[in-house]
């Protein structure tokens, strides 16, 4: 995978590594409302689905892709996409794609940064899979955007 200069890029440091506590973190969602990641935790793994940005194609790809493999997808886990887009980009781009998972809104990259995937422009397309006990279980760093639901249910 190219990168492209101002996108980030996963930096495994402390804190964001597979068997870490996956950093807590409370963002807006598509409607404006607070998704706290310890609420989230205990039934289900939670899926965070970092990217660059709502409606670009590649980002588009990767969504419906999560959104075609949505059916076995909400049977195991909760999942979340992240960006930096505002709350109103992101309900446009959920709605536009007919997205049926929450669209999470980082516009000032602490959650981003939390997770060692921040840019200056863009978030860099990475995955984490944090298991019911709050502990990453998977980083998905090499996304395919075409086939990212079977990337995510292989790391599930």
């Not at 709350?87 to 990259?109: G, I, R, T, Y």
């Not at 997770?115 to 279980?137: E, L, M, N, P, S």
Request: aromatic fraction near 8%; hydrophobic fraction near 40%.
């Amino acid at each position: 995978m190219v990168w492209i200069p101002g996108f980030g890029r996963y930096s495994p440091r402390m804190g964001n590594r597979v068997g870490d506590p996956a950093p807590d973190f409370t963002l807006a969602d598509h409607e404006g409302r607070s998704v706290h990641l310890a609420d989230e935790l205990g039934q289900r793994p939670v899926v965070l689905v970092f990217y660059p940005m709502a409606g670009s194609p590649v980002c588009t790809r990767q969504m419906c892709s999560l959104r075609d493999g949505w059916p076995e997808l909400m049977s195991r886990a909760k999942v979340f996409g992240v960006s930096y887009d505002s709350v109103k980009n992101l309900q446009h781009f959920k709605e536009q794609e007919h997205l049926p998972f929450p669209l999470l809104s980082d516009p000032d990259k602490v959650v981003a940064k939390l997770y060692g995937v921040d840019g200056t422009f863009a978030a860099a397309r990475v995955t984490f899979v944090i298991g019911v006990d709050g502990r990453i279980q998977a980083v998905i760093d090499n996304v395919k955007a075409a086939d990212h639901a079977k990337q995510v249910l292989e790391a599930l």
